[in-house]
DNA sequence: ACGCAGTTTGACAACGGTTCTCATCTAGGA
DNA sequence: TCCTAGATGAGAACCGTTGTCAAACTGCGT
């Protein structure tokens, strides 16, 4: 009946498709769209769908092995994130720039806020933007 | 955050259209869609085009009269920010319930981390999502 | 009030990312 | 090896958003 969030992948095979995708991610710690994904595989002539891209990361993400964000624009980026801790960015608005920062501060209190309201399960986001020390100065006029 | 904040803009008309879609957006404290937006101000007989909607309401964005995230599937959502305090809210990933919460803790933390890098003019999405309560409940059975 | 010039609007086409369709293929157990 | 459920790929469909451009409108000077 319920058979939402399965966080185990027995029923996920293991094809070669798949396995490019997972290695694609892993390869780099920066956020990569899924057309990226495709386009590099492509470029290194590992023919994959992309319909099969987007179903196998979207899977990847309902599983918790990459991270999910929106760019600016509407556009899904994924990073693995079974590596390293979780953490989160500040990014240019001018340039892209992209400093990763941790912060258990937030994380506490996402948990201890949501908890405050009958929340479980809890997930967050958390996108920081501003400008970079270089394009602030660039820009002041 | 120490930007001028005009109330009038002198680059910009105020057309029958614009003030239909700032009041259809001050009208609310919720986050709305471009589309939604559209097919209210219809429905209240409040001939708009769909182009206009989303030009003035990405204006207004710029001018920082309104705030916009994206919606877990991409879709712009907007709110007007003027009105009230800065706050952020935890929705439930499957009822939809949303809650709104402050979270001053965030916003220093968020301000700090940035300025630590060097950053400035900072600006911060934070979304909690997770099960509210009652879903939690009915998803155990 | 009138006319002019530069904005803004609206209908619709175009666009781009994402999802769907479905015939075909494949992994893995019998 | 054979079978079968799950996976793939090519392309169409989908849908939010943006671009196009002639027509309508606004502010401003006269």
Same mark, same amino acid.
């Given at each position: 009946?319920?058979?939402?969030?399965?966080?185990?992948?027995?029923?996920?095979r293991p094809t070669r498709q798949r396995t490019a995708i997972a290695e694609a991610?892993?390869?780099?710690? !920066?956020?990569?769209?899924?057309?990226?994904?495709?386009?590099?595989l492509?470029?290194r002539d590992e023919r994959v769908g992309?319909?099969t891209v987007?179903?196998n990361?979207?899977?990847?993400?309902?599983?918790? !092995?990459?991270?999910? *964000?929106?760019?600016?624009?509407?556009?899904?980026?994924?990073?693995?994130?079974?590596?390293?801790?979780?953490?989160?960015?500040?990014?240019?608005?001018?340039?892209?720039?992209?400093?990763?920062?941790?912060?258990?501060?937030?994380?506490?209190?996402?948990?201890?806020?949501?908890? !405050?309201?009958?929340?479980? !399960? *809890?997930?967050?986001?958390?996108?920081?933007?501003?400008?970079?020390?270089?394009?602030?100065?660039?820009?002041?006029?």
């Open positions: 009946m319920s058979e939402q969030l399965r966080t185990d992948r027995a029923d996920r991610l892993s390869g780099t710690a !920066e956020f990569r769209s899924a057309q990226e994904i495709h386009a590099a492509a470029r992309l319909a987007y179903r990361l979207q899977a990847m993400a309902g599983d918790g !092995e990459v991270d999910v *964000i929106r760019t600016a624009d509407g556009e899904a980026v994924y990073r693995s994130c079974a590596t390293d801790d979780h953490h989160h960015h500040v990014v240019c608005r001018s340039c892209g720039l992209a400093v990763e920062v941790t912060g258990d501060a937030v994380e506490r209190w996402a948990e201890a806020v949501a908890a !405050e309201h009958g929340f479980t !399960e *809890i997930r967050h986001t958390v996108e920081i933007d501003g400008l970079c020390a270089a394009c602030a100065a660039a820009r002041t006029r």
